[in-house]
Nanobody, 124 residues
Framework: QVQLVESGGGLVQSGGSLRLSCVASGNIVRMNDMGWYRQVPGKQREQVASITRGGSTNYLDSVKGRFTVSRDNVKNTMYLQMNRLRPEDTGVYLC??????????????????WGQGTQVTVSS
């Protein structure tokens, strides 16, 4: 069974920094695209950043120049370095990833899963 586990969230003052991690574990042959999303109560979940297996990245306009997404394909881990944090960055940050496993009968199985999320709170 594959799972994603986020860590690194917390409470930080405006202008501070946090580094989030998302570790994929289980029967994984290959992790493909991964992304960070933000969930705020009463608002739609939005994608903050994404990264392909080859390292191509995309960012939400409001975080460009402040956030950096990266990954380690050997460790099946994705990171989000968040600098110059603002109160509006507050929310639950969830990671998402799609990948492939092999079934016990040797068949490839593709999937897309979510982590549980980690809370980021930025005080003004």
């Amino acid at each position: 069974q594959v799972q994603l586990v986020e860590s690194g969230g917390g409470l930080v003052q405006s202008g501070g920094s946090l580094r989030l991690s998302c570790v994929a574990s289980g029967n994984i042959v290959r992790m493909n695209d991964m992304g960070w999303y933000r969930q705020v109560p009463g608002k739609q979940r939005e994608q903050v950043a994404s990264i392909t297996r080859g390292g191509s990245t995309n960012y939400l306009d409001s975080v460009k120049g402040r956030f950096t997404v990266s990954r380690d394909n050997v460790k099946n881990t994705m990171y989000l370095q968040m600098n110059r944090l603002r109160p509006e960055d507050t929310g639950v940050y969830l990671c998402n990833g799609d990948g492939m496993s092999m079934t016990p009968t040797g068949e490839p199985e593709v999937w897309r899963i979510w982590g549980q999320g980690t809370q980021v709170t930025v005080s003004s």
